[in-house]
């Protein structure tokens, strides 16, 4: 009997040892803790993760089986080694917005790790960050990110559809070495990185397209790209248009989206973020929309992560329930006086929204809801600049009233307006504080042809 209850003493001291929160630290000002009933590993803090090796493995490394990681934002670098071999992650993992550089072998070998988001803002991916993630089949590569390195994501067998942006300028060998499921490579440079044939050893090239910009087609012809089976990105995305039903065109270079044409762009009738999809989520920075718009459908351009101004054209009437939500890096907003419908969620989770331009000289009726026009906005941060005269108005709508409210009275295209001779052939045009403004005659207009001098 007593041997017994020796056991059961042990026994129940061992579960408690095995239910006991660990917790270290893996940088200056960063916190690892591993709740093993939980099987989660959370990161919390400010600054770089240390970087570790074979030799020096991660804290957490051995403490059990880990399925579920969170990363908080704060983070600014992503150490080598610093989750390679937890295997059994297998929820999505997200790296926070604000980290700038991915370790080598930072996330080899989680083989059940299916997808993984990294933010606009990473520039560099370390040699084998994400090889033998043998489950993963979802990755976006975001504009500005320079440099991929070597085997970054060998042996994703999985791994169906790739976009490179424009921003990168290194390649190194072996990268997509045995991705053998990649069927789909978008490329959006104008030239082409030089590579190493090994780029894409093993992969089966025949059987994968290569989209390039309809206007460096012949630029490809170089090194491992002639390979491919080639197509003008125009031409792809001209088809995804007819399929969308648009009654419209549109052309993409070096992150500015340009779109021609008349009518309205039609809601999404399943989910929202149908431009993030065609051309991904961080490839556009710039949206130029034509003056025949009169409608932005639903979820239009919602999730263009690396979006950080727009300015809505004359004649636009409706603005559909999220149109430019979840654009994380919009600051700047102009909204013309034709506008006289915003929807409930148009700008939901533009956390960086600090400047709208509303041409309109009586608010739009928007109401509080649960899913507002601008949820998740700090309207208290957000200037709001109206019609001269129609401050008041503002102050009393509901919503609007939220906003620092200011006046226009052209000021902000002073200085640019002095330095600019009005003699040119072709009147010019600034960009300032994420708003276009066109100079002609000695007179500056916005886009609306509102003079604002």
């Given at each position: 009997?007593?041997?017994?209850?020796s056991?059961?003493?042990?026994?129940?001291?061992?579960?408690?040892?095995?239910?006991?929160?660990?917790?270290?630290t893996?940088?200056?000002?960063?916190?690892?803790?591993?709740?093993?009933?939980?099987?989660?590993?959370?990161i919390?803090?400010t600054?770089?993760?240390?970087n570790?090796?074979?030799?020096?493995?991660?804290?957490?490394?051995?403490?059990?089986?880990?399925?579920?990681?969170s990363?908080?934002?704060?983070?600014?670098?992503?150490?080598?080694?610093?989750?390679?071999?937890?295997?059994?992650?297998?929820?999505?993992?997200y790296?926070?917005?604000?980290?700038?550089?991915?370790?080598k072998?930072?996330f080899?070998?989680?083989?059940?790790?299916?997808?993984?988001?990294?933010?606009?803002?990473?520039?560099?991916?370390?040699?084998?960050?994400?090889?033998?993630?043998?489950?993963l089949?979802?990755?976006?590569?975001?504009?500005?990110?320079?440099?991929?390195?070597?085997?970054?994501?060998?042996?994703?067998?999985?791994?169906?559809?790739?976009?490179?942006?424009?921003?990168?300028?290194?390649?190194?060998?072996?990268?997509?070495?045995?991705?053998?499921?990649?069927?789909?490579?978008?490329n959006?440079?104008?030239?082409?990185p030089s590579?190493?044939?090994n780029v894409?050893?093993?992969?089966?090239?025949?059987?994968c397209?290569?989209y390039?910009?309809?206007?460096?087609?012949?630029n490809y012809?170089?090194?491992?790209?002639?390979?491919?089976n080639r197509?003008?990105?125009?031409?792809?995305?001209?088809k995804k248009?007819?399929d969308?039903?648009?009654?419209?065109?549109?052309?993409?270079?070096?992150?500015?989206?340009?779109?021609t044409?008349?009518?309205?762009?039609?809601?999404?009738?399943?989910?929202?973020?149908?431009?993030?999809?065609?051309?991904?989520?961080?490839?556009?920075?710039?949206?130029?929309?034509p003056?025949?718009?009169?409608?932005?459908?639903?979820?239009?351009?919602?999730?263009l992560?690396?979006?950080?101004?727009?300015?809505?054209?004359?004649g636009?009437?409706?603005?559909?329930?999220?149109?430019?939500?979840?654009?994380?890096?919009?600051?700047?907003?102009?909204?013309p006086?034709?506008?006289?419908?915003?929807?409930?969620?148009?700008?939901?989770?533009?956390?960086?929204?600090?400047?709208?331009?509303?041409?309109?000289?009586?608010?739009?009726?928007i109401?509080?809801?649960?899913?507002g026009?601008?949820?998740?906005?700090?309207?208290?941060?957000?200037?709001?600049?109206?019609?001269?005269?129609?401050?008041?108005?503002y102050?009393?709508?509901?919503?609007?009233?939220d906003?620092?409210?200011?006046?226009?009275?052209?000021?902000?295209?002073?200085?640019?307006?002095?330095?600019?001779?009005?003699s040119?052939a072709?009147?010019?045009?600034?960009?300032?504080?994420?708003?276009?403004?066109?100079?002609?005659?000695?007179?500056?207009?916005?886009?609306?042809?509102?003079?604002?001098r």
């Amino acid at each position: 009997m007593k041997r017994i209850f020796s056991l059961l003493t042990v026994a129940i001291a061992a579960i408690a040892m095995y239910a006991q929160i660990l917790s270290g630290t893996c940088g200056d000002n960063l916190t690892w803790t591993v709740d093993p009933v939980k099987e989660q590993l959370y990161i919390s803090g400010t600054g770089a993760m240390n970087n570790y090796s074979p030799e020096n493995k991660a804290p957490w490394n051995g403490l059990g089986i880990i399925t579920h990681l969170s990363i908080g934002k704060g983070i600014t670098t992503i150490g080598d080694y610093a989750f390679h071999g937890l295997r059994d992650i297998e929820d999505d993992v997200y790296i926070p917005e604000g980290v700038t550089r991915i370790g080598k072998y930072a996330f080899s070998a989680c083989a059940a790790m299916t997808s993984v988001y990294i933010p606009y803002g990473v520039e560099s991916i370390g040699d084998n960050a994400f090889g033998l993630c043998i489950a993963l089949f979802n990755v976006e590569i975001p504009f500005g990110v320079t440099s991929i390195g070597k085997n970054a994501f060998a042996f994703c067998t999985e791994l169906i559809d790739i976009s490179i942006p424009a921003t990168v300028t290194e390649i190194g060998d072996r990268t997509f070495w045995n991705c053998t499921a990649l069927t789909t490579i978008k490329n959006f440079a104008n030239t082409p990185p030089s590579i190493n044939e090994n780029v894409f050893e093993d992969v089966d090239i025949s059987k994968c397209t290569l989209y390039v910009p309809d206007y460096a087609y012949y630029n490809y012809d170089r090194s491992v790209w002639t390979n491919f089976n080639r197509e003008n990105e125009q031409t792809f995305y001209s088809k995804k248009l007819y399929d969308f039903g648009l009654d419209v065109s549109m052309s993409y270079d070096i992150g500015t989206l340009t779109l021609t044409g008349t009518g309205a762009l039609p809601d999404q009738e399943t989910g929202w973020g149908y431009m993030a999809a065609l051309f991904g989520h961080f490839n556009i920075t710039q949206l130029s929309l034509p003056e025949g718009l009169t409608t932005i459908g639903r979820g239009c351009f919602a999730y263009l992560q690396a979006l950080t101004s727009v300015t809505i054209p004359e004649g636009v009437k409706n603005l559909n329930e999220g149109a430019f939500a979840n654009c994380y890096s919009l600051s700047s907003v102009s909204i013309p006086s034709s506008t006289d419908f915003i929807a409930n969620s148009v700008f939901h989770q533009c956390k960086n929204l600090k400047t709208i331009y509303n041409y309109a000289t009586t608010p739009q009726d928007i109401n509080y809801s649960e899913y507002g026009v601008f949820m998740n906005v700090e309207q208290s941060q957000c200037t709001l600049y109206v019609p001269k005269g129609s401050k008041p108005a503002y102050e009393a709508a509901p919503v609007w009233q939220d906003f620092i409210i200011e006046e226009m009275d052209g000021s902000a295209v002073e200085e640019v307006f002095d330095t600019l001779s009005s003699s040119s052939a072709q009147p010019p045009k600034v960009i300032v504080d994420g708003n276009i403004y066109i100079i002609r005659d000695g007179k500056t207009y916005s886009t609306q042809g509102i003079e604002v001098r």
